[in-house]
């Protein structure tokens, strides 16, 4: 027996998801809202059924960007995707790349439709006629899209992911931060690395991204001694080298690293409860 479509294109409605909203509590919602849409439609009788449920798919997240945008400017300091976290190495070697926390930040810097282009043409690798027609612009105009969106993102510098030298640079991090060396902290940091927190609405976090290695080192211990009482563990985030910090079992932080020759280029730290109640569970998208 055949699958249904829409539970065969449920992973990939999901990755379009949460790519372009950057939750999976919002990717559920729209793989929910694309199926109520199948069933209004009499799915059962569309001819190109995964080419349908990605263009309702896409739209219905468009409409949630656009909505979502006074939402964004009120939120209490920087915003963090919610990290997606595997249990090693070689489960994480089955996401793709589009997946890792620092890509995703640097998805967040498009507008919503040059978004949804970029996504559909270089990650899904939807033809340019269907991405055309999803978003309302002709096939010549979604070209230029993407391709704005490919120099705005800096392909050459996109986040590395959890190579066997990452996780190193991650253990050695939260080794030199138990004793507290500042210098050691340091040794393992870029000189212009940049440290961003998203605590949300009701857990304390720095409102504004910190640079610079001497900055950040002294944030770091800082916020280290004074949670000395988390336990800490590596972790695989989104395919990227990281950490989860937790407390009585109970997730506090989410931690996540890109790097460069050696060194730790940018830290992402997750502290927003709302977005720590999916860690563990295996994330289901494509």
């Not at 991650?170 to 050691?184: K, M, W």
């Not at 940091?189 to 720095?206: E, K």
């Not at 900055?215 to 563990?233: E, Y």
Request: net charge positive; glycine share 8%.
């Amino acid at each position: 027996m055949s699958q249904d479509p829409f539970e065969e294109a449920r992973p990939r409605i999901r990755g379009l998801a949460y790519r372009m909203l950057g939750t999976l509590a919002d990717a559920d919602d729209v793989a929910q809202d694309t199926w109520l849409r199948w069933q209004a439609a009499g799915g059962a009788h569309i001819a190109n059924a995964e080419a349908w449920l990605v263009t309702a798919a896409t739209r219905l997240c468009l409409d949630r960007l656009r909505s979502a945008a006074r939402a964004r400017e009120a939120y209490p300091g920087p915003w963090l995707p919610e990290p997606v976290v595997t249990d090693g190495p070689e489960e994480a070697a089955e996401l793709a790349d589009s997946l890792t926390l620092g890509f995703l930040v640097l998805l967040d810097q498009l507008a919503p439709v040059e978004r949804a282009v970029f996504v559909l043409a270089d990650v899904f690798e939807v033809p340019y006629a269907e991405i055309a027609a999803t978003v309302g612009r002709s096939p010549a105009a979604c070209r230029q899209i993407a391709s704005r969106a490919r120099r705005r993102l800096q392909p050459d510098k996109q986040p590395s992911r959890a190579a066997a030298a990452d996780r190193e640079l991650v253990s050695g991090l939260l080794r030199a931060l138990a004793s507290g060396d500042v210098n050691e902290v340091v040794a393992r940091l870029a000189p212009q690395v940049v440290c961003i927190t998203d605590g949300g609405p009701s857990r304390r976090a720095a409102r504004r991204p910190v640079a610079g290695s001497a900055k950040v080192a002294r944030l770091l211990t800082s916020v280290a001694r004074r949670f000395r009482h988390l336990a800490t563990r590596p972790a695989v985030v989104g395919g990227s080298a990281g950490a989860i910090l937790s407390a009585g079992g109970t997730v506090e932080q989410v931690m996540a690293v890109t790097s460069e020759s050696g060194f730790i280029t940018s830290i992402y730290f997750v502290g927003n409860p709302d977005k720590l109640a999916s860690v563990g569970r295996p994330p289901l998208i494509e």
